[in-house]
């Protein structure tokens, strides 16, 4: 079955520090490649997206993403995370069938 | 912008009675979701719909059921609720066909926090 898993379930940062949260997924296939972020009470919104072309994509408020095809994975990066970045992250793959898979979600906490 | 409006944020209900939870978007998109929200878990899709009257069982079907009776309208039942049943449920709708990996992404509804009591 296609599953989606992401490295960390908290994470804990200081302003200022740099951010890279892991995602890894399983299916061989044809795959388009999201992340999106749930702040506090909030719905879920696309943080960015890869369909295709360059690996590195760039989404909203810095932060950025790598698809490495040959290790199955798509890790968010930041480079300086910012209070109010504090949220709830989900990578998510879609397969066949426009059928989207979450991963847990990681949770991140940063500290003034 | 895309809307997905569920139409509530906060429902109690007993357990054993049957629950509606309503979702309605505004893009005349193809596909609708709706998925169920745990700490650790992430999300996890409960059923999905790609034209009206049209359904298919996601990861986790058992105890609910869904009507999509008009496009733009996609309906989860709890035939009776649990306490397990006790979540976030998040509805979700995307353009795309069936017959390939669309370029497109989902918009989510504000969530329904429901407890069964």
């Known amino acids: 079955a296609q ?110 | 912008d895309v809307k997905v409006t569920q139409s509530s944020r906060y429902l109690v209900k007993r357990t054993g009675e049957k629950v509606f939870l309503e979702c309605v978007q505004d893009m005349d998109h193809e596909n609708m979701f709706w998925y169920r929200q745990d700490p650790g878990l992430g999300l996890r899709l409960i059923y999905f719909s790609y034209d009206v009257k049209m359904k298919e069982k996601g990861d986790i079907p058992e105890g609910y059921s869904v009507s999509r009776e008009k496009k733009e309208r996609f309906s989860l039942i709890l035939e009776s609720a649990s306490t397990n049943q006790t979540s976030m449920y998040l509805c979700a709708s995307s353009d795309g066909d069936r017959v390939r990996v669309s370029r497109t992404e989902a918009f989510f509804g504000q969530g329904t926090r429901l407890t069964v009591v």
Request: aromatic residues 16%; neutral net charge.
């Open chain 1, 3 to 112: 599953s989606v898993s992401q490295h960390n379930h908290h994470v804990i940062l200081s302003e200022a520090a740099s951010l890279e949260l892991g995602c890894n997924y399983s299916y061989g296939g044809t795959v388009n490649l999201f992340w999106y972020v749930q702040y506090p009470g909030q719905h879920l919104q696309l943080l960015l997206k890869y369909f295709s072309g360059d690996p590195l994509v760039k989404g909203i408020k810095g932060f950025e993403a790598e698809f490495i095809k040959s290790k199955f994975s798509f890790n968010l990066r930041k480079p300086s995370v910012q209070w109010s970045d504090t949220a709830e992250y989900f990578c998510a793959v879609k397969t066949s069938y426009d059928t989207v898979i979450f991963g847990p979600g990681t949770s991140l906490s940063v500290i003034p």
